[in-house]
């Protein structure tokens, strides 16, 4: 069965500076696919990131960029230059069987002025 | 472009009252469907997820139920409403066959009281 583990509850960056989110997680498979998805106060789930597995490269979208470690199963979130629109929770998701995510509990981030 | 559409964003029921809530996605054919639920300060769980018409999977045993009648349409239904039913329901769809993300609705809030 595949596990995703988000082991920090609540983080929190001063605006302009780098936060990295963490997680782990579990699969038996050898192809899948790695998410994550911001959802601010609105309640709408935003993808903000996409890495597949067999994909060497770390995925990149703007500010938002991942550490995809395959062997050690991790897959950190890095926001650089952290605004204050990027306060949410933020949830890491995997999915291995190609019919539906799986997501950890989630990690709530606060950007401070 | 695709997009999706859940209504009600908000819902109050009585304890013991039916449920009916609706998602339709535009813009593609033959999508994955899922609903997920988000109970206050925990991950999101997959409820059931569709492949195709009438192709209901359940993940959760409850008193809950889906139903797809028609290729871009998914319901989530309760004959009698409990008070753990309470929390945030979202809606997702995702491509055709193996699925490689997936785009939410902007979610349900139900309150059973």
Known sequence: ?113 | SQTIHQWPATLVQPVGSPLSLECTVEGTSNPNLYWYRQAAGRGLQLLFYSVGIGQISSEVPQNLSASRPQDRQFILSSKKLLLSDSGFYLCAWGGDKVLTEAFFGQGTRLTVV
Do not use: H
Request: charged content about 15%; proline content about 4%.
């Open chain 1, 1 to 113: 069965a595949q596990t995703v583990t988000q082991s920090q509850p609540e983080m929190s960056v001063q605006e302009a500076e780098t936060v990295t989110l963490s997680c782990t997680y579990d699969t038996s498979e050898s192809n899948y696919y790695l998410f994550w998805y911001k959802q601010p106060p609105s309640r709408q789930m935003i993808l903000v990131i996409r890495q597949e597995a067999y994909k060497q490269q770390n995925a990149t979208e703007n500010r938002f960029s991942v550490n995809f470690q395959k062997a050690a199963k991790s897959f950190s979130l890095k926001i650089s230059d952290s605004q204050l629109g990027d306060t949410a929770m933020y949830f890491c998701a995997l999915t291995d069987s190609g019919y539906a995510l799986n997501f950890g509990k989630g990690t709530s981030l606060l950007v401070t002025p």
